[in-house]
């Protein structure tokens, strides 16, 4: 099931002891800076407000209920809000504390607060928690991501591949044709994609993620013009599972880039957008001609599709045997109902992979995490722009965890020879 | 030795050296955790590490003192929150800094831009780390040198205990070569030099 969204980019300070705010998209243009720090008398009362109201919002906190736990009278509370009552620094220590957040993470300037919270709502019905959970942490990264490339002066590269609207018709016949066409367009040709976070990233400049969460979500999609699209994908999925996400979630990009959606576990959706985003992920991950021909390769002189067969053919393609064994349904290589046989007589198991593959079997084909945010966190850490409680909190890492990841990611000694210096 | 204040990135090496008990007892002087970082670190509860159950016991025992911003504390730690991220720090680092700046005691931060800060604004303030606790004349005595390498050790691997450069003679001598290699946190020119 597809739950939808629409994605809203909030807003900030750019200068010192102004009122001015900027969109997201054009913060980047404005640098500079004080270099000393301001007063909370310096910053704007309707800023801090807002920043104030999608903090209690993702704290799931109603005004009446954040009013009553922070000592305040609920009109005192909406006045800070809406930017009518400069807050106090007790109770803005307060209300910090109270939405699970920090003083410093409220008002420093440079921060960005996104919120996809209030559309997700508006679709009515039950609030999910682990659905709100989900899309608070991609706002969560994405917020962080967009602050630190401002803090390093980074132009995000964006190659936001052409839309191709959803079409009357059978949904997966033009899924097969835009994923075949986005490859050409890409440039990749027709071979399996071996780490699809790295082309999502580097080759599209899509905003990933990959976290661990709740289980019961695969991932989720969204996209605003100023930050473009950004994908979460759940860490403690399987690699090749992990990578069916992230092509699904690249059929929305370029069928339904302005829905944001959360893709939940479970039989796959019934709509047009989900049947056609499941399409293009099997299509985009196992081209059909190259499916074809490896299929051909690797059954060469059988009878019978063997467990062998479909082991060895997943590993090429890096998805899971389930995907692979559909698509040969899908591609009239298999019988259908081939898979149900499978899951009916033991199904394929992890041990008969070990088997087939040995080593390889255990290998991570899809790296367990995006690497573009790490670096990013990493160089400011460096150049001390941010310090380790600010980036612990900013990308929602445990202490010990972050400073593995910041020990990774040091240059080796002899790196920092003037030889592999980058050209400025 | 006066009053020290401890920031939270201390008090996670100081759990993950396993002798954090051991080490404020022979602190030759009054032990503070300020209340940001005490909500900080009861916020991780995820890691598993638990290092608010640990300075829970402290606090307990005596050991550690909590200390509560005052006017003049608040003031300070306003100046050091809000303003440009480069600027400014996280709220536990920012009430370490401002609470030892007011009660004119020496905050115990690893944090490079968190010292960085504190020092430029407060340059009277003597800023120490996890390393200048294990090395104390006090605390060496009182735990010996087999018992302390490996406490140093275990904060290194367990934690990535973060070294400064004037330091890490002293951290190699108390855990030696073998075990320095095994450290990530150490720079590589210690680990294989």
């Not at chain 2, 638990?50 to 003049?72: F, K, P, Y």
């Not at chain 2, 605390?139 to 406490?151: E, F, K, N, P, R």
């Not at chain 2, 973060?162 to 890490?168: G, H, K, N």
Request: hydrophobic share 45%; net charge neutral; charged share 25%.
């Amino acid at each position: 099931m597809w739950w939808c969204a629409s994605w809203r980019s909030y807003e900030r300070r750019n200068e010192e002891n102004t009122d001015i705010v900027a969109k997201v998209s054009d913060v980047r243009a404005m640098g500079g800076g004080a270099t000393m720090s301001a007063g909370l008398e310096h910053i704007a009362t309707d800023n801090l407000g807002e920043r104030l109201r999608i903090a209690r919002d993702a704290a799931k906190l109603t005004q009446a209920e954040a009013a009553a736990s922070a000592g305040l009278a609920r009109t005192t509370l909406v006045a800070i809000e809406h930017g009518q009552r400069r807050v106090r620094m007790e109770e803005l220590r307060t209300l910090a504390r109270l939405y699970g957040t920090t003083v410093n993470g409220l008002s420093r300037r440079d921060a960005i607060h996104l919120d996809l919270a209030p559309q997700f709502r508006k679709l009515g019905g039950a609030v999910d928690p682990v659905v709100e959970d989900a899309t608070r942490l991609l706002a969560d990264l994405v917020s962080a991501e967009v602050e630190l490339e401002n803090l390093l002066g980074i132009q995000r590269t964006r190659n936001d591949p052409p839309r191709r609207p959803i079409l009357p018709g059978d949904v997966t016949i033009q899924a097969e044709q835009d994923a075949t066409e986005l490859r050409q367009w890409l440039g990749i040709g027709a071979g399996p994609v071996l780490d699809i976070v790295s082309l999502l990233e580097l080759r599209i400049g899509a905003r990933v993620f990959v976290r661990q969460f709740d289980g019961k979500i695969s991932g989720a999609f969204a996209f605003d013009d100023a930050v473009g699209a950004c994908i979460l994908i759940n860490g403690n999925h399987r690699p090749e599972r992990r990578a069916h996400t992230a092509a699904h979630e690249l059929g929305h990009f370029v069928s339904t880039r302005d829905r944001p959606d959360i893709l939940r576990d479970g039989p796959p959706g019934q709509a047009r957008s989900e049947r056609y985003a499941n399409a293009f992920a099997s299509a985009f991950l196992t081209p059909a001609r190259t499916t074809m021909q490896l299929f051909q390769d690797i059954t060469a002189g059988s009878s019978h599709l063997s467990r062998r067969h479909v082991i060895l053919l997943a590993h090429m393609f890096g998805v899971s045997r389930e995907a692979l064994v559909r698509r040969l349904e899908a591609l009239k290589l298999a019988r259908p109902g081939t898979w149900d046989w499978f899951q009916d007589h033991d199904g394929i198991t992890d041990v008969q992979a070990r088997q087939v593959l040995g080593d390889a079997a255990g290998q991570d084909s899809v790296p367990p995490v995006s690497q573009r945010l790490n670096l990013l966190a990493a160089e400011v850490w460096r150049r001390e722009l941010l310090s380790e409680g600010q980036l612990a909190r900013l990308l929602r890492m445990d202490r010990v965890a972050l400073r593995a990841m910041l020990d990774d990611l040091e240059p080796a000694g002899d790196e920092a020879a003037d030889a592999l210096r980058l050209r400025g | 030795m006066g009053t020290i204040v401890l920031d939270a990135s201390v008090i996670i090496n100081l759990n993950a050296s396993r002798i954090a008990d051991a080490v404020l007892a022979a602190w030759p002087g009054r032990v503070v955790i300020v209340e940001d970082t005490l909500l900080e670190l009861r916020e991780d509860i995820r890691s598993g590490r638990n290092d608010a159950a640990m300075v829970a016991g402290l606090i307990a025992s005596g050991r550690l003192t909590r200390g509560t911003l005052n006017e003049a504390g608040l003031r300070l730690f306003e100046s050091l929150v809000i303003g440009p991220a480069a600027e400014t720090l996280d709220d536990g680092e920012a009430a370490t800094i401002a609470f030892a700046a007011v009660a004119g005691a020496s905050p115990v931060i690893d944090e490079r831009k968190g010292r960085r800060i504190g020092q430029n604004r407060f340059p009277s303030l003597t800023f120490l780390n996890t390393t200048d606790l294990f090395a104390a004349d006090a605390v060496q005595a009182a735990i010996g040198a087999a018992a302390l390498g490996d406490a140093v050790f275990q904060a290194l691997r367990d934690a990535r205990m973060r070294v400064p450069p004037e330091r890490l003679g002293w951290v190699v001598a108390a855990i030696g070569r073998d075990r320095a290699r095994l450290c990530p946190s150490l720079p590589a020119s210690v680990r294989d030099p």
